[in-house]
């Protein structure tokens, strides 16, 4: 496609579900990148894949947060267990480059957990 | 730690007034530095950025120029428009063995008309 596409854009989840979150990239991007924004705030960094190596993991906020992207491409963001501070947007943006450029944000996927 | 800090919003400005949006940021290494835009119902996108200290990036009438000795990157246009209302994001991208882009709380600018 001609941009990055996430899916579901909205997802309404009971407290205690799991939720999974995908995110197609610009096709031949290098770079996926995982950002969770609060109202109000500005993107905090999750996770890093460059290719299908998952570089840094380090601003996952627990052991329920997961995600991979087994073939370079399309990745998934996994919230096992969700609870109410979880609810936030999720943003995925990709980029053509593995170091310091233009990243392309898709419009994010609104999880709210009841 | 690598962190920014940006003016809180939200800012109101009238139409063909001049724009300033502040932005510090602390950084190990050497970081590049990013100005993102979101505006009202679509996803954020790259306004401009420089790589190097003194560097001056621009797009769109905006300006902002890479200051090392002040750690500053600060957002200018000299006249704004309407259109221009949304929320900008200040950024800088450092290697940790990978690149990592950090970005700022955002500052929300109303143009009036």
């Known amino acids: 496609g001609a941009g990055v596409s996430q899916s579901p854009r909205y997802k309404v989840a009971k407290r205690g579900q799991d939720v999974a979150l995908r995110c197609d990239p610009i096709?031949?991007?290098?770079?996926l990148f995982w950002y969770q924004q609060a109202l109000g705030q500005g993107p905090e960094f999750l996770t890093y894949?460059?290719?299908?190596?998952?570089?840094?993991k380090s601003g996952l906020p627990s052991d329920r947060f997961f995600a991979e992207r087994p073939e370079g491409s399309v990745s998934t963001l996994k919230i096992q267990r969700t609870q109410q501070e979880d609810s936030a947007v999720y943003l995925c943006?990709?980029?053509?480059?593995?170091?310091?450029?233009?990243?392309?944000f898709g419009e994010g996927s609104r999880l709210t957990v009841l | 730690g690598n962190s920014v800090t940006q003016m809180e919003g939200p800012v109101t400005l009238s139409e063909e007034a001049f724009l300033t949006i502040n932005c510090t940021y602390t950084?190990?290494?050497?970081?590049?530095l990013f100005w993102y835009v979101q505006y009202p119902g679509e996803g954020l996108q790259l306004l401009l950025k420089?790589?190097?200290?003194?560097d001056k990036g621009s797009n769109k009438g905006f300006e902002a120029t890479y200051r090392k000795e002040t750690t500053s990157f600060h957002l200018e246009k000299g006249s704004v428009q309407v259109s221009d209302s949304a929320v900008y994001f200040c950024a800088l991208s450092v290697d940790t063995g990978g690149f990592k882009t950090i970005f700022g709380a955002g500052t929300r600018l109303f143009v009036k008309a």
């Open positions: 943006a990709s980029s053509w480059t593995s170091s310091a450029g233009e990243l392309f």
């Open positions: 096709s031949g991007h290098v770079s």
């Open positions: 894949f460059q290719n299908e190596a998952q570089l840094d």
């Open positions: 420089a790589t190097k200290a003194d």
């Open positions: 950084a190990t290494g050497y970081p590049s």
